[in-house]
């Protein structure tokens, strides 16, 4: 029996069973999804509908697919893991780590990170539940989805499942900041269980789509900044104090990002290192594109993707008695490159997520959150505005959750056009017609 293959549901038959291989069925699955469809509406760093250029939820997934799936055969062929099959958990499918790449993003609510940190603070405060982009990912691949012939879910291979989860852990455990809910964790540890995976230690192919996610943000953000003007390919904003400082102190702040070693190094100096070498390449590769921006900008994206992929190797975990994927030189873990990925990430953040045009989007966004929380929180009130197709979803799992986790379902599925539009029917003098349809 092949473990990876499993499906937490019972197999329906199905007259392409013998046609399609599993991964080929999770894939189609995802890609028809409403869910996926909808993160073409859902920001990444600009707000959707901000531009024919910048990327969206659904683009970024689809080039971390691309980055991660190449990646992946690559290393099935340099360290054979498909032929030695030494663990289900150790395997590098590139099929399985493109439908992870695809699926990653699917649980950020509208609005970006505003929105996720919105909805966390309301079930906190009010409830004493929280709200996580990637527990909530389970809540959409394992109920909120629905496929032909099945009441609930996507019903994912085993292996896809678990290349998602690159937090495994129970979200409702004291201290955990990320993980899964512990509705979704019972059929997340079964698998784990079965495949006698070691206690926190996510699969090869969850690690590698972690790192492209990394890579894409690091890179395809940058060049979206570059092409925005909040990121200024020139001396005086590369060696503006202020920036350094703000980067500085992202990376001190950022309570995930010890394992990259920042206490060996002098971190103000390594940013003032990493943003001038950066000005450096930009400028030599500026002249060689004949000084064409655009040219540029696809050209320093394409060379950092290209440096981070032909880095990234397999080596041997010894905390978690495990392997781990990284950046790998000289047979160990290459943590100069991992601490430039961190600084070249946290530049994208201070620049576009902390400038002041893109806070006020993200006020504008909280306020419309709050109300739309409000308008939907006391059951008896927001049964009658919530779309019937969702209450009947509810209605079937009743008793499974609590209201008020239904209605973070629902405002989390929406893009960030429809939150607005649902807010302009309810807050606006003016709405569109009655029989536009939701």
């Not at 899964?180 to 699969?203: C, F, H, L, N, Q």
């Not at 696809?298 to 397999?314: H, L, P």
């Not at 209605?407 to 893009?415: L, N």
Request: aromatic share 10%; hydrophobic share 35%.
């Amino acid at each position: 029996m092949d473990l990876r293959k499993l499906r937490l549901d019972e197999p329906m038959m199905n007259t392409l069973s013998e046609e399609r291989d599993e991964y080929e069925r999770d894939y189609a699955r995802l890609i028809q999804s409403p869910a996926f469809r909808r993160m073409q509406g859902k920001s990444q760093v600009f707000g959707a509908g901000s531009g024919d250029y910048y990327r969206t939820r659904l683009t970024h997934s689809l080039e971390v697919s691309q980055i991660a799936r190449e990646i992946a055969r690559r290393l099935d062929k340099q360290y054979s893991l498909s032929i030695r099959r030494e663990h289900p958990g150790l395997m590098l499918d590139p099929g399985v780590v493109e439908c992870a790449s695809l699926a990653h993003d699917l649980g950020h609510p509208p609005f970006g990170h505003k929105g996720e940190e919105v909805l966390n603070d309301l079930l906190t405060r009010e409830y004493g539940l929280s709200y996580e982009g990637n527990a909530q990912n389970f809540r959409i691949l394992m109920f909120l989805e629905k496929r032909a012939g099945s009441d609930s879910g996507l019903d994912l291979t085993a292996a896809v499942l678990l290349a998602i989860n690159k937090y495994p852990y129970c979200l409702d455990e004291p201290g955990r900041l990320k993980g899964v809910y512990s509705m979704e964790w019972e059929g997340i540890k079964a698998i784990r269980d079965r495949w006698e995976m070691p206690v926190g230690a996510p699969t090869l192919e969850a690690q590698l789509m972690d790192l492209c996610d990394d890579i894409a943000y690091s890179t395809h953000d940058i060049e979206d900044g570059i092409r925005s003007g909040k990121i200024q390919m020139n001396q005086s904003f590369m060696e503006d104090d202020r920036l350094i400082e703000h980067l500085v102190q992202e990376i001190v702040n950022d309570q995930g990002n010890s394992e990259v070693g920042w206490d060996q190094v002098d971190i103000k100096e390594m940013v003032t290192r990493v943003l001038h070498s950066y000005l450096e390449q930009w400028e030599e590769v500026y002249r060689e594109s004949g000084r064409d921006s655009s040219r540029a900008r696809r050209e320093m994206k394409a060379r950092w993707v290209s440096a981070y992929a032909g880095r990234i190797g397999i080596i041997e975990d010894p905390v978690k008695s495990w392997k781990k994927i990284t950046f790998v030189k000289e047979g160990r873990q290459d943590l100069e490159l991992l601490r430039t990925l961190e600084i070249l990430k946290k530049l994208a953040w201070v620049t576009l997520i902390k400038d002041f045009r893109v806070q006020r989007l993200q006020k504008r966004s909280e306020i419309m959150l709050h109300r739309l929380w409000d308008s939907f929180k006391i059951p008896e009130q927001g049964s009658l505005i919530i779309p019937p197709d969702w209450m009947e979803n509810y209605e079937l799992h009743n008793g499974h959750w609590p209201w008020t986790r239904f209605v973070a379902d629902y405002i989390s599925g929406m893009t960030d056009a429809y939150a607005e539009k649902v807010y302009t029917e309810l807050y606006a003098s003016k709405s569109g017609s009655i029989y536009e349809m939701d």
